[in-house]
């Protein structure tokens, strides 16, 4: 087996320089040490999994005029945490932001864990090691309507931000629902997002109390023959993500994601976060015809092709004008109510990011697993909301029950200078200067 063993690539992430990529775009590998030698015996149980050295060093840039995790290229492993927070006043809630941009600036650019007197707790969980390798970590802060509750804050609630209200099929668990701030960690390994999520548990333990966490994953696709990359699959065994809006395409994203006119000066360049933690009753589904399923979903299952074009591609878009008795996609089909692809349906367009969870067995030995679904929207109302509605009564709610999550806004980004410096900016500082003129 070859590739750098533990020593190299922490003397490899020691001497990486700073990283830049255009917004949206995971940075390219600083050079690293050369693949050491094979070793002279074959692995042993004991040894950790080899990692790879390019993976590790690559970064997302922390500062930009809107929050990395959002338009990010995915990464296989995220976490969703939702806190209550304890400050009450404007100047402690800065402290607290402060303190929270900084934690997340060096988390996701990676560095040296600095040395501490032994007397004393560690300034570091050690998960990482000495040398916090950056491994395309983004920390995306969102706030929840309940954060605007306090005084002074009311006025300058986002103007479409509402707490999470149960739909028919809902069975919400209160302990898995809301909250003050969300923050959702996306990395390569999860132990990245575990690392980061305890060093925010750790430092701002004055301010921020868990409310509740789910992991997620998504597996890892091998590229297409024709080098692009499918969807990967949810625990239904389908592609999910098909018909996203294109995150690279800027515009699409001024006009999708980003909120801009009617929203308050502060918010301006944010976006509308929906969480939903959606448990799979994967046994049933699995004893369900294969037929059956690809009627509920509207897709060819092996490919994620319209049901109406079996031969095509999963991004080949269902043509209901031809299929307008609904023979090919059933009228009730998922993805035909979801985006009828009409005019109308044309302002309901949403951004996901979801992942995949899996969190053990329930007490009737039934597993639970299911979808941590995550999208962003410049309008919740138009745009989540919308299409959940349209979903009450679909098929699928036989097989699925959303069990928690919330609804949060997402401040702008943080500005920095050409060193990656953010001085004396930090997250949702607009809100906070607000408050003080309020």
Known sequence: MTGPNRRDLLLGLGALGAATVARGEVAAPVAAPAPADPPADPPAV????????????????FHGRHQAGIVTPRPAAGIVAAFDVVAGSVDDLERMLRLLTERAAFLTQGGVVPPRDPNLPPADSGLLGPVIAPDNLTITLGLGASFFDRDGFDALRPARLDRMAQFPNDALDADLCHGDISLQFCANLQDTNIHALRDVVK???????????????????PPAPDGSTPS?????GFRD??????????????RIVWAGEGEPAWAQGGSYQAVRIIRNFVERWD????????????????SGAPLDQP???????PDYAADAAGLATPMDAHIRLANPRDIASDQNLILRRPFNYSRGAVKNGQLD???????YQRDLHQGFIAVQNRLNGEPLEEYIKPVGGGYFFVPPGVAGDENGQ?????????????????
């Open 46 to 61: 004991q040894d950790a999994p080899r990692v790879q050295a390019d993976q590790a060093a690559r970064r997302v840039p």
């Open 311 to 317: 031969q095509a591609s999963e991004h080949q878009p």
């Open 422 to 438: 953010q001085g004396g900016d930090y997250l949702a500082r607009g809100l906070i200067d607000a408050a003080r003129r309020a």
């Open 369 to 375: 697993q299911g979808l941590l679904f995550i999208c």
């Open 241 to 254: 993500g098909s018909a996203n809006p294109d995150s690279n395409d800027a515009l699409a994203m001024d």
């Open 203 to 221: 430092n701002l333990s004055e301010f921020l109390v868990l409310r509740w966490m789910v992991e997620g994953t998504v597996p890892p696709v």
């Open 287 to 302: 004893r369900t015809p294969l037929g059956e399923q690809e009627r509920i979903m509207g897709r060819v299952k092996h």
């Open 232 to 236: 990967a699959r949810n625990f239904l």
